[in-house]
T-cell receptor, first 113, second 111 residues
């Protein structure tokens, strides 16, 4: 039983392309997140959604657009990919916004060539 | 000043020893604190959460929180080679729910 799943696991693409990463959680959590982990392994919040509503939007380029069709799904669309977008993107979810444990998906390794 | 700071390591300890991992944070209003373990190429997994000053023990792991000193630590007793990983300290920032992560401490337990 996968709690938080992401697709695809690996994504190799050319600069300038548009790509999407999908995330689903079956934990019944209300809040979902997107994190970026760069080559130095620094994990940083990008977005957070609570019951399909955006509650956190850190300083992220407009090329990144999250979409939450329902509270179990949070997708990330990236336009005009750049070399610096290469990273591992983790989806996470939690029950209690602010204080609860966050459970992470397996990550999507994005390489922009 | 970085919001959450950790020694990057690597921290090397012999098998069976106590590993001590430290973390300081800058926001005095922080209420929730977490230690995650991340194996190479894997996602972070929760080891401990702590919300009140003092110690919290779970098996071989003990988390310690001192809000006055803005300091949180993780002790791993009887360290095993399987404990070799990067340990991420995370601090809950306000009611919005996002976690601020430190850069992690890489722990190596030598057999």
């Amino acid at each position: 039983d996968t709690a938080v799943s992401q697709t695809p696991k690996y994504l190799v693409t050319q600069m300038g392309n548009d790509k999407s990463i999908k995330c689903e959680q079956n934990l019944g959590h209300d809040t979902m997140y997107w994190y970026k982990q760069d080559s130095k392994k620094f994990l940083k919040i990008m977005f957070s959604y609570n019951n399909k509503e955006l509650i956190i939007n850190e300083t992220v380029p407009n090329r990144f657009s999250p979409k939450s069709p329902d509270k179990a799904h949070l997708n990330l669309h990236i336009n005009s990919l750049e070399l610096g977008d290469s990273a591992v993107y983790f989806c996470a979810s939690s029950q209690d916004r602010g204080y609860g444990t966050q459970y992470f998906g397996p990550g999507t390794r994005l390489l922009v060539l | 000043q970085k919001e959450v700071e950790q020694n990057s390591g690597p921290l090397s300890v012999p098998e069976g020893a106590i590993a001590s991992l430290n973390c300081t944070y800058s926001d005095r209003g922080s209420q929730s604190f977490f230690w995650y373990r991340q194996y190479s190429g894997k996602s972070p997994e929760l080891i401990m959460s702590i919300y009140s000053n003092g110690d919290k023990e779970d098996g071989r792991f003990t988390a310690q929180l001192n809000k006055a000193s803005q300091y949180v630590s993780l002790l791993i007793r009887d360290s095993q080679p399987s404990d070799s990983a990067t340990y991420l300290c995370a601090v809950g920032k306000g009611s919005q729910g996002n976690l601020i992560f430190g850069k992690g401490t890489k722990l190596s337990v030598k057999p």
